[in-house]
């Protein structure tokens, strides 16, 4: 069984202090859900992600980065390496969100090297694949989602791909409060599990969780986690609010 997973990306939101108000209130609403009915993920900037990772210490919650560079160290101004997250406190990354993709030229090369990185670190992937509205009408949409997964986890081994996380993000989907379809929804993330299943293996694609994300909010969470291959959300929006996000999970695991 997949235990479903729910991610907040916070984007460029928040300071320390908002961050662990946010935990604070979150954990009040949330104090009935048992740990292993979902696994809840927060991701602040870079320069909260320390006193986060303080703050949800002991309780159900951990914290991830949103994004890495892929060196160990040197001279890469302004990047963060995934041992410096790891060390920070964050468990996993986001990767190859499709902003980073988009505003700040992620590649699916990059996306491989920096999945690779995070496992070399220690770090739970969440890797990000969408296509775009363009494509979508060209009718390129599973050919994008076959290119991104196939070459955004080259080199990963059976145990790595059933350990890692997929977010399913529909670009045109993000932020623009619509939502993809149940059908849209769920054929894709069906399309994902089965190229999974033939690149690596049943056994391991099983394991997969692929979350759904692109305007999620508490009014849509119960038709998309009812869809046979979602296995959680990746949230924006409706994460900046420690109670909008409370409700889709518990919505979601009820
Ligand atoms: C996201 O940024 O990953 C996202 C899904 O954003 P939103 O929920 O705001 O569409």
């Not at 069984?1 to 984007?11: D, G, L, S, T, Y």
């Not at 696994?39 to 006193?51: G, L, R």
Request: hydrophobic share 45%; proline share 2%; with cysteine.
């Amino acid at each position: 069984m997949r235990i479903p997973v729910f991610a907040a990306n916070w984007k460029m939101h928040k300071s320390g202090l908002e961050a662990m108000a946010w935990v604070r209130e979150f954990a009040l609403l949330t104090r009935e859900l048992s740990a292993d009915a979902a696994e809840v993920v927060i991701a602040p900037p870079f320069t909260a992600i320390a006193v986060a990772a303080e703050a949800v210490r002991g309780s159900h919650l951990t914290v991830a980065g949103q994004n890495l560079y892929f060196e160990r160290e040197g001279a890469f101004t302004g990047e963060v390496s995934a041992g410096m997250l790891k060390a920070a406190g964050a468990l996993s990354v986001i990767i190859g969100h499709s902003e980073r993709r988009r505003l700040f030229g992620d590649t699916d090369e990059s996306v491989r090297r920096k999945v690779a990185a995070a496992h070399g670190a220690g770090l739970t992937p969440i890797v990000c694949v969408g296509e775009t509205l363009d494509e979508r009408e060209r009718g390129d949409t599973l050919a994008v989602l076959d290119a991104q997964v196939r070459a955004g986890l080259d080199g990963c081994s059976g145990d790595q791909i059933g350990a890692l996380i997929l977010a399913y993000e529909p670009v045109w989907a993000i932020g623009t409060g619509r939502n993809a379809t149940a059908v849209e929804a769920g054929d894709a993330h069906a399309h994902i599990r089965r190229r999974l299943r033939e690149w690596f293996g049943g056994a391991y694609a099983e394991h997969t969780r692929i979350l759904y994300g692109g305007s999620v909010k508490p009014e849509n969470i119960r038709e998309l986690i009812g869809l046979a291959d979602v296995d959680g959300a990746l949230v924006g929006g409706a994460s900046l609010d420690a109670a909008s996000f409370a409700s889709i999970v518990k919505k979601a695991t009820s």
